[in-house]
C-alpha cells in the first residue's frame, strides 16, 4: 500500500513522543513525509529520522529551549502535537494537592507552555495545526478518574478556546479523544492489578468494539486532524474510542 505524502515539506514537532501515542505519531507523520522533533523526558531510543531532544513540559525554560532548538533544525513549525501526560486513578478523596497539582501541571500547563514557544513559529507557516491528546475522560464519567477527567477535562475546553484564539492566525487546533489505548501506562495498571486478565477484559468489555484501542489508530487521528487536506476542521474533538462515548449497544443475551 502506499502511503500518502500530505506532510511532505513540513515540520512537525511531538512531546511525550519515545513511545506510546506519541512514539506512533512521530512515526506516522515522518512516514508521510515530514520532519520530526520529538521532545521527551527521555527520549532514548529515538532514531532516525526522528529528531530527539530532551525537555520537560513542567519547566518553561526547558520546553523554550527544546522548541527554539528544533525550530531551528528543522527549519520551521507547521505541526505541533501536544501530547505529553500523565495518569492518575482515584476518587475526589484519594488524590492529595500535590498529586493534583503535579497532573494538572503536566496535562494542562504542559500543553500551555508547548504551544506558548511554539506560536511565533506556527503563525510563520501556511499549514499550522496543533493537536491535544485529550481523552475520553473529558466527556464521560469513569470510575477511579477523578483527577484524570478534570485535566483532560480541560484540555477539551483548553483546546476549543484556543482554536477561538488563533483562528484568524491561520493556526488550526483540534484535539483527539481516545479510549482506553494500549499504551504502556495502560500495561502497568495492568500489571498492578489483583487480577490483570479479568482487568483488561474489564476495560476491553466497555469498549463497544470489545477491545482496547492500538496507539497506530490514535496516530492515525491526530495526522488526519493535523494534515492540510484538513484545512477545514477547526475546533474538534475526535473520538477514537471504540464507539465508547456515542454507542449503547444491547447487551448480549443468552
Known amino acids: 500500500m502506499t502511503v500518502a505524502q500530505d506532510f511532505a515539506g513540513l515540520k512537525a514537532l511531538v512531546t511525550g513522543g519515545a513511545s506510546g501515542i506519541g512514539r506512533a505519531t512521530a512515526e506516522l507523520l515522518a512516514a508521510r513525509g515530514a520532519e520530526v522533533a520529538v ?13 530527539a531532544y530532551t525537555a520537560d513540559v513542567t519547566d518553561d525554560a526547558s520546553v523554550r529551549e527544546a522548541v527554539a532548538s528544533a ?22 478523596e484519594d488524590n492529595d ?33 496543533i493537536v491535544n491528546t485529550c481523552s475520553i475522560a473529558a466527556t464521560a464519567g469513569l470510575p477511579q478518574r477523578a483527577l484524570y477527567s478534570a485535566s483532560k477535562g480541560a484540555v477539551l475546553s483548553l483546546t476549543l478556546a484556543m ?28 500489571d498492578a492489578a489483583p487480577d490483570p486478565a479479568a482487568e483488561r477484559a474489564a476495560l476491553e468489555a466497555r469498549q463497544p468494539t470489545g ?44
Open 97 to 129: 494537592d500535590a498529586q493534583w497539582h503535579t497532573v494538572l501541571d503536566v496535562n494542562v500547563l504542559g500543553v500551555v507552555r508547548t504551544t506558548r514557544a511554539a506560536l511565533p513559529h506556527l503563525r510563520a507557516s501556511a499549514h499550522a495545526a
Open 211 to 254: 477491545r482496547l484501542v492500538t496507539a497506530d489508530e490514535v496516530a492515525g487521528a491526530i495526522a488526519y486532524l493535523a494534515s492540510p487536506l484538513s484545512g477545514a476542521t477547526t475546533g474538534t474533538a475526535l473520538a477514537v474510542d471504540g464507539g465508547m462515548q456515542g454507542l449503547r449497544p444491547r447487551p448480549v443475551t443468552r
Open 71 to 92: 525550530a531551528a533544525e528543522l527549519g520551521g513549525l507547521d505541526v505541533l502535537v501536544n501530547n505529553a501526560g500523565i495518569g492518575a486513578q482515584g476518587t475526589v
Open 163 to 190: 482554536a477561538a484564539d488563533h483562528v484568524r492566525e491561520g493556526v488550526r487546533v483540534n484535539c483527539v479523544n481516545p479510549g482506553t489505548v494500549d499504551t504502556p501506562w495502560v500495561g502497568r495498571l495492568l
Open 39 to 51: 521532545l521527551d523526558l527521555d527520549p532514548g531510543g529515538v532514531d532516525k529520522p526522528l529528531h
